[in-house]
């Protein structure tokens, strides 16, 4: 006769697979209510699963495998990015530079479809594209595909699905069997990661995907295929590059990893940048820091004491000093590492304070933003949580832990 427990967790795993499907499926980024409603639900049910309810390895992967496959046949309908992932991989397809051109220098001589079609769908007509070369390969394998007659969002996700779970199978092969469901539950099975990672093709979830099976290498002493998955992560967004003098001043192997990991970076930049423009890549990336706000942190004391001060939004300032004292402060946990480790600190509670001082330092912070440091806090007794309500003005993030400041030096 099933258990209690066991009907618990067949009741509460229909309801969070419920509320993911409203989401994905009928909620929209003008849909508040539905926002609200469909999030509160799944981020309750998700709490339950992983905190109240023991599950087993086995449940916790069929549930993680069963809500990300639902999530690939959803159009992304709480961001309007996809459309910039289908426009670059057009433009690349039909043999044009989406680096050195922005959508509205080219939408003069691109008047026929598919491109009049997204034009006016595309939230940074006049940008450049910011997509590292990993990205932009999936967006090219999604438009073939769709030639071949596959949807190409579906493919995209099915892409992203697919290395997703292999990171999954992979990071819960090196853990403990007492770690395992733990690390399946409270990242595999956090909406955020699901919504936004697949639902809404945010790209951090292939790149946390990829660290996973980095990481899986490394612990099975296969240091070339580590390193590569590592300079493949970073080919997706250039984030864990903010790893890289933890995990040097931290090396055991005297930093042969690490000159693998700059090998595989270069051979699989430098042709990218060979073959395309990089000065817009650059500029977007500057545009960033000095122009786009929203959801910050520290900034938003910043500009309100610099506007009382000078009457003017100082971020062309603030932006990029705001990243120079983040870059300074890794760089300085970084240098005092091996000192942190053997006070007790492991190398995730580390990295957890590199991507603290990087999430304060930011002048815009979205939703999936939380999808790394959520991955990197599972391994650690801090837990990060978000709302991921992307309609709203201003999600809602926090952190809870017994000791945050511990980690911050």
Same mark, same amino acid.
Request: with cysteine; aromatic share 18%; glycine share 8%.
């Given at each position: 006769?099933?258990?209690?427990?066991?009907?618990?967790?067949?009741?509460?795993?229909?309801?969070?697979?419920?509320?993911?499907?409203?989401?994905?499926?009928?909620?929209?980024?003008?849909?508040?209510?539905?926002?609200?409603?469909?999030?509160?639900?799944?981020?309750?049910?998700?709490?339950?699963?992983?905190?109240?309810?023991?599950?087993?390895?086995?449940?916790?992967?069929?549930?993680?495998?069963?809500?990300?496959?639902?999530?690939?046949?959803?159009?992304?309908?709480?961001?309007?990015?996809?459309?910039?992932?289908?426009?670059?991989?057009?433009?690349?397809?039909?043999?044009?530079?989406?680096?050195?051109?922005?959508?509205?220098?080219?939408?003069?001589?691109?008047?026929?479809?598919?491109?009049?079609?997204?034009?006016?769908?595309?939230?940074?007509?006049?940008?450049?594209?910011?997509?590292?070369?990993?990205?932009?390969?999936?967006?090219?394998?999604?438009?073939?595909?769709?030639?071949?007659?596959?949807?190409?969002?579906?493919?995209?996700?099915?892409?992203?699905?697919?290395?997703?779970?292999?990171?999954?199978?992979?990071?819960?092969?090196?853990?403990?069997?007492?770690?395992?469901?733990?690390?399946?539950?409270?990242?595999?099975?956090?909406?955020?990661?699901?919504?936004?990672?697949?639902?809404?093709?945010?790209?951090?979830?292939?790149?946390?995907?990829?660290?996973?099976?980095?990481?899986?290498?490394?612990?099975?002493?296969?240091?070339? /295929?580590?390193? @590569?998955?590592?300079? =493949?992560?970073?080919?997706?967004? *250039? !984030?864990? $590059?903010?790893?890289?003098?933890? &995990?040097?001043?931290?090396?055991?192997?005297?930093?042969?990893?690490?000159?693998?990991?700059?090998?595989?970076?270069?051979?699989?930049?430098?042709?990218?940048?060979?073959?395309?423009?990089?000065?817009?890549?650059?500029?977007?990336?500057?545009?960033?820091?000095?122009?786009?706000?929203?959801?910050?942190?520290?900034?938003?004391?910043?500009?309100?004491?610099?506007?009382?001060?000078? /009457?003017?939004? @100082?971020?062309?300032? =603030?932006?990029?000093?705001?990243? *120079? !004292?983040? $870059?300074?402060?890794?760089?300085? &946990?970084?240098?005092?590492?091996?000192?942190?480790?053997?006070?007790?600190?492991?190398?995730?509670?580390?990295?957890?304070?590199?991507?603290?001082?990087?999430?304060?330092?930011?002048?815009?912070?979205?939703?999936?933003?939380?999808?790394?440091?959520?991955?990197?806090?599972?391994?650690?007794?801090?837990?990060?949580?978000?709302?991921?309500?992307?309609?709203?003005?201003?999600?809602?993030?926090?952190?809870?832990?017994?000791?945050?400041?511990?980690?911050?030096?």
């Amino acid at each position: 006769m099933p258990s209690v427990n066991g009907f618990r967790v067949y009741a509460v795993s229909l309801v969070f697979i419920g509320a993911l499907y409203f989401l994905l499926f009928h909620a929209g980024q003008h849909t508040f209510f539905y926002i609200v409603t469909g999030y509160s639900i799944a981020f309750l049910a998700s709490a339950f699963l992983c905190f109240y309810l023991a599950l087993s390895v086995q449940t916790s992967g069929f549930l993680a495998a069963l809500s990300t496959i639902m999530a690939v046949f959803s159009f992304p309908a709480l961001s309007d990015d996809v459309y910039r992932f289908l426009w670059d991989g057009y433009l690349i397809v039909d043999g044009i530079d989406p680096l050195r051109f922005t959508p509205s220098e080219l939408i003069a001589g691109l008047s026929y479809e598919p491109y009049t079609g997204l034009y006016p769908k595309l939230n940074s007509q006049n940008y450049h594209t910011v997509y590292p070369p990993v990205g932009q390969l999936i967006f090219i394998l999604a438009i073939l595909a769709g030639k071949w007659g596959l949807p190409a969002v579906v493919a995209m996700k099915a892409m992203y699905a697919t290395i997703h779970l292999l990171g999954l199978m992979a990071i819960t092969q090196c853990l403990k069997a007492e770690h395992r469901s733990r690390i399946l539950t409270f990242y595999g099975l956090n909406p955020l990661v699901i919504i936004e990672g697949i639902g809404n093709l945010h790209a951090e979830v292939v790149m946390v995907g990829f660290l996973f099976v980095a990481f899986w290498l490394y612990k099975k002493n296969k240091s070339v /295929g580590s390193a @590569l998955c590592f300079a =493949l992560a970073v080919a997706v967004k *250039l !984030l864990p $590059l903010m790893f890289l003098p933890l &995990l040097w001043k931290l090396s055991k192997d005297k930093g042969r990893w690490m000159a693998y990991v700059v090998l595989f970076i270069g051979l699989i930049f430098i042709p990218f940048f060979w073959m395309y423009y990089v000065g817009g890549f650059v500029d977007s990336l500057d545009l960033y820091f000095r122009k786009f706000e929203f959801n910050a942190g520290l900034y938003y004391v910043l500009r309100w004491v610099g506007k009382v001060i000078t /009457g003017y939004n @100082l971020i062309q300032w =603030l932006g990029p000093s705001l990243a *120079l !004292l983040a $870059l300074l402060a890794i760089l300085k &946990l970084s240098w005092q590492s091996r000192w942190l480790a053997v006070s007790g600190y492991s190398v995730a509670e580390l990295g957890l304070g590199v991507l603290m001082f990087y999430l304060f330092s930011l002048t815009t912070l979205h939703p999936w933003y939380l999808i790394l440091p959520l991955a990197v806090s599972a391994f650690t007794q801090y837990r990060f949580y978000g709302s991921g309500l992307t309609s709203l003005p201003g999600p809602i993030y926090f952190m809870m832990a017994d000791n945050t400041a511990k980690i911050m030096g």
